[in-house]
């Protein structure tokens, strides 16, 4: 059984990995592989890659990065678009990653926008704390 579930760290991780200078992203199912006499030994399992794939699709239709495919199911990498590094940009940080995160948990789960918007919030204090040094 598949389960189409968002999950919001296998977003952040495949945002990191693109701006990391990732160029392809192979999501073709060790079975398919298999079936189609193809080397498999690097694919991934299949609930793995129907995983995998399912979330470049996300990030595509949610305009967070670019791709091109491939019928052999590989993901070629285009680029992050501008949503995509002001999301990760709000994210990147460990600790402001944690912190949205666990009011995520504690609520049940929210919406991409509201989700976006409280890692904006938690910048904008922790920027706010920044003062300037005086000269």
């Known amino acids: ?4 579930q968002r999950d ?3 977003i952040r991780r ?11 992203f192979c999501a073709l199912p060790r079975s ?3 079936a189609m ?7 991934l399992p299949d609930a793995e890659a129907r995983k995998l794939s399912y979330h470049l699709s996300l990030l595509e239709s949610a305009g967070l990065a670019r791709f091109s495919r491939l019928s052999n199911g590989n993901w070629h990498v285009r680029g ?4 995509g590094h002001e999301l990760l940009d709000n994210i990147r940080r460990d600790d402001i990653w944690e912190a949205v995160r666990e009011r995520h948990r504690q609520l049940g789960g ?9 890692a904006k919030d938690i910048m904008r204090c922790e920027a706010g704390r920044l003062q300037p040094s005086g000269t």
Do not use: D, K, Q
């Open 1 to 4: 059984m598949v389960r189409w």
């Open 8 to 10: 919001i760290g296998e």
């Open 14 to 24: 495949l945002l990191l990995e693109i701006e990391g200078g990732r160029e392809a």
């Open 32 to 34: 398919s592989a298999e």
């Open 37 to 43: 006499m193809l080397p498999a030994e690097e694919c």
């Open 80 to 83: 992050l678009t501008w949503s």
């Open 110 to 118: 929210f919406s991409m926008e509201i989700f976006s918007e409280l």
